[in-house]
């Protein structure tokens, strides 16, 4: 009897593990699976102020989070429809790989070992915020630059590509340092304000998030070198184009809109003025009324209406999480439109 | 049950385990395919590419990652080391403090045993090194004249210096393995008859001498096989030290998987090395746990 009770779990572990090797159905899409499930599983940090940060009501909120949104808003028709998953810095390949998640909008440097198929082999949309990393330092210390960081301790989180920039930067100098490493941001602000080190490193951006939380934040400053690019950009596993283009036009159309005005407020006149008057074309093709973008996609042609009435554009979205008025202000800089002297623009819509 | 009828138990245990194994090796060979990444290891030889705060023998960006991963491990094994020392010192003259004639000595020793053993080790760590460790002044201070000197740069112990990571992984991991020794040294002086420690109080011999001449060596084969497991414990526990940046083998991997993306082979690297440090440290256990045995036999 007992041999009975345990024979049946025992084969069904048996079953449920072998499951786990299918080669997959070819040309299937995790598009098709989003929409048929009408949710998005977007993996998120959780933990960085302005990008993803979770607010006192449970939500999700941040630069990162909208981005989430714009692409839930796209492929399931509402920005509602997302499952967040805060995910650290070495877990998220993993999450993405195994299928935990469809995409990660988590502050992920875009470079060619991630990108490539020999690498991480993902797939990245288009950058939503270029970012380089600094170094933070106490006011008091009198340390203005790299070269006086000569000998001292610098906290660097795990994970990242930062240890490596770090390493590149100071031997192109030939100075030495010591690197403190800890898995985790929070641990590295808590060992740079213990003074455990001289300066710590990370993204600009997250240094000014960081700063924003510390007791006086205008005792520490960021120092002026900067020690990589680190264009921050959506992603997704490799291999599926479908996905990988409908996230990359979502991107576009949040740029696009910037570029063409149409903002979160006006997208209803917009939209009437497009449907009344046929001459506008480039904005009627835009906004899914006439010809069949969306649907090439593998998404509804109004996708980029939804999506604008869903967060905005680009610029909506900078300003709300990241701009003069926001907790962690960062100037626009190289996020800027091409026209205003940053480095966005937008292939175009046809 | 009958001869036969054991045999065949174990005919189909053996069937089963393989079985789970084959599946489990078709599923990692299948998902590599799927993927599209074989396995590799050509990535062990190229610049690691990243400094370290310690290393045992020298070390620079630009050797291989092979050899970064060595100097990982040596930390490990260096902080492993010297926590069972710690640890077994701690846990042995707690676990004969609980059975001392001294009352005070026994209150505190159960309260240090108790209090420990209910907090997570993580937690300790973290208070080890963020609390106490990091909490000391940026100066260097001497409480104890020249024998030791402190600050939250590092500790220097009678001219050793170590980093306060090193400290703090080394005191988490000793003051919380220390703990349960001490248990399972208690459990082993029990296990002795008290009619032994009658016979050597009544022969006049002192606490300390019929405790070392009398007791422990037969509490002795009670306490090794369940001291080993106390050991892999404290080894498998270091993994912690990522925590409070100490550079051991898990925090070196962890950054050369996010460097190469090689995670599986990473991982797979992480369980032979912890396997063979495992298999060190009970091989070590098994020959005294003989030797202990055979010289139970000569008296």
Redesign the interface.
Known sequence: MKVRLLALP?VSF?FI??G?????EGGSSRLDLIKRRTELRCGVSGKIPGFSFLQRDGSFAGLDVDICRAFAAAFTGSPDQVQYRSLT??ER??AL?TGEIDLLSRNTTFNL??DA?G???VSFAPVVFHDGQGLLVKRSSGISNLNNLKGR?I?VG????T??N???A??AKGID????????LN?VI??YL???CSAMTSDRSQLAAARSGFNNPDQHVILPEVLSKEPLAPLAA??DQRLADAMRWVIYALIAAEELGITQENIGNKLEEAQSRPQLTQLRRFLGIEADLGQKLGLNNDFIVKVIQAVGNYGEIYDRHLGPNSAVPIPRGLNNLYSNGGILTSPPFQ | MNRSKRLWWQVIIVI?LL??MG??I??L???L?????GLSFDWLWRPA?????EHPLPYQ?SDSTAWALLMGWLNSLRVIVAGIVLATLLGVSTGAARRSLNPLLRQLAALYVGFIRQIPLLLQLLFWY?VAF??LP?EPFAPLGAVIHMS??GISLLGVTLS??FAAVLLGLSVFTGASIAEVVRGGLDSVPSGQWEAFRSLGMTESLGLRRIVLPQALPAILPALSSQYLNLAKNSTLA????Y?DLY?VS??T?????R?IEGFLLLLLSFLLLNLLINGGMQLLNRAVLRSQHHH
């Open positions: 025992l048996l593990l072998n786990c090797a299918t080669l997959g810095a070495p390949f993993t790989r070992s991630r198929a690498g991480n082999g301790t906290c795990s994970g990242t590509t240890e490596q770090l390493n590149d100071f031997q340092y010591k690197p403190i490493k800890y898995q985790d641990q808590a060992g213990q003074g455990r490799g291999g | 089963g079985t789970v599946i489990l078709n599923n060979a299948v998902n395919i799927r993927t599209g990444l590419g990243f400094a370290l705060s960006s963020f990091l909490g940026s939250n740069q306060v990571e990522i925590a409070v940046g550079a925090a962890d950054t998987i996010t460097q190469t993306g995670a």
